[in-house]
């Protein structure tokens, strides 16, 4: 049974005094229980967040961190059927209900919303486990818990997400966010400076060591495969989410090498879409115009999925995932004798832009290969690429 239906069923059978405006919205469109498409995952937040009058706790089963709960799903649900105007949606189309909520339920990356789904989860079934309440939780709670999970080596970044997880669900749920109250304001601003903020660095895949990952790629399919995700990767600075959604179609052969359509990003997320030009390069093995073209030849599909997965037998698959293009070059560099745990996805990004700054690229063509919207990070890697260069200051003084 849809965790929907059960969803709608907890809120007709709760016991309150009198029904609130969405008990009354419910009761009068039962409909609204079988034409939504999917569950409303998270029920259990959502009914919390509902009604702030309800003071004992729920005996449903808790959600495990692998359960489809997510925070802004069960929020999208709350933002559309409020308290306040729910008597206003009795007579609304349940197509165009549906409808709303779709749109709601896109307003945020499919990923952000994975990652809002765990934690929330995550946060729930700690509060489960020690009797607190979960929404809203009280300012203690959401400080012990990032303590806690500090303690047990939370990174500073994962902590974040997990408090901009939480803050999201009381806002939609019309509650005061957490986040802004002292308690959890200085704890946070604590593990921030106790723990450091510093980003895990990972070294930039500059054009030399790109080179020596294919220069050593036998002539197989899955090899093909490879050396044109690589190169394309790096000469487009592709994130590898951008690298893994291109379509047949959105590549454009011509006399100088081939456009690229990329059609939404991480800065893109309206889908606006722009196009990034890939010149041939003069070395056959590092040429991404070239590389895909073989690799378009040998898999024979010219449409659907750029970069799909192959087979040990040379079976042409389905589209990759973003961890494989991570898990597809730390393969290639222990086969080249480098040390994989230096490199991660993102380093074909670094790496263009860092060999882009040693070449003498300005930072105007490298900002807009990757599509960079701030000098901030193209900065750092110039800086980085220049760190040894002729104008370092105890360079060439007598040392």
Known sequence: MPAQRGSVDAVR?????????????VSANPHLADTRNGPVRGARATLRC???????????????????????????ELALVDDDHADALVEVDPELLEDARAYAT?????????????????FEAWCDERGFAVCPAQPTTVALYLTAWANAGGAVATLGQALAAISEAHRV??????????????????????LGVAPRRVDPLVVERLRELVAPLEESRIARRD????????????????LVALDVEDL??????????????KTDQDGAGVV????????PATCPVRSTRAWLEDAMHGQGALFRSVSRHGKVGGRLAGRDVARILKRRAL????????????????????????AGKNDRAIMRQGRWRSRGMVDRYVRDAKLLDDDNAASGIGL
């Open 50 to 76: 509902m009604d702030a009058r309800t003071p004992e706790r729920s005996s449903e089963p808790q959600a495990r961190a692998d359960d489809d709960a997510p925070a802004d799903d069960a929020a999208a």
């Open 276 to 283: 990034v030009g890939i010149p041939f390069g003069s070395d």
């Open 13 to 25: 059978n709760r016991a309150w005094d009198e029904p609130s405006p969405v008990q009354r919205l």
């Open 335 to 358: 086969a080249a004798g480098l040390d994989p745990a230096d490199l991660s996805g993102h380093s074909l990004r670094s790496g263009l832009a860092t060999s882009a700054a040693k």
């Open 173 to 194: 749920a019309g509650h005061p966010s957490p986040r802004k109250a002292p308690a959890v304001r200085e704890v946070w601003k604590g593990i921030r400076r106790q």
């Open 106 to 122: 896109a307003a945020r990356a499919e990923r952000t919303r994975d990652a809002y789904r765990y934690q929330w989860a995550r």
């Open 227 to 242: 050396r044109a995700l690589l190169t394309v990767g790096f000469a487009g600075a592709f994130r590898r989410s951008e």
């Open 252 to 265: 454009r052969f011509t006399g100088d090498g081939v456009e690229v359509l990329v059609r939404r990003s």
